[in-house]
């Protein structure tokens, strides 16, 4: 059975999540956890997902217990309740 996970979400994406701090969904990988996110908050998927083709924005960061899911196992990067889930922006400057 999936386990309940929790999400941060930054200030500039929680109006696509009703002006939450945190998120939850079931799910086993960050990619389910997303996939029912989806169904809560479509706007949420779609600036993270913007082409429809799987590819995350590069603006948008998945960390997992401080690490960053593309050093890990990306979308099907494990995870359980007691993992610490944020979706962090980069910054860009210059």
Do not use: C, H, W
């Amino acid at each position: 059975m999936s386990d309940t996970i929790t999400v941060t979400i930054p200030a500039a994406l929680r109006p696509q999540v009703e002006g939450n701090e945190e998120v939850s969904a079931q799910g086993e990988t960050i990619g389910s956890v997303l996939d029912a996110l989806k169904g809560q908050y479509p706007s949420l998927i779609e600036k993270m997902f913007p082409n429809g083709d799987g590819q995350m924005n590069r603006s948008i960061n998945v960390y997992v217990n401080e690490e960053d899911i593309r050093f890990l196992e990306n979308l099907d990067t494990k995870v359980t309740e007691r993992d610490q889930v944020d979706i962090i922006l980069a910054i860009a400057g210059g």
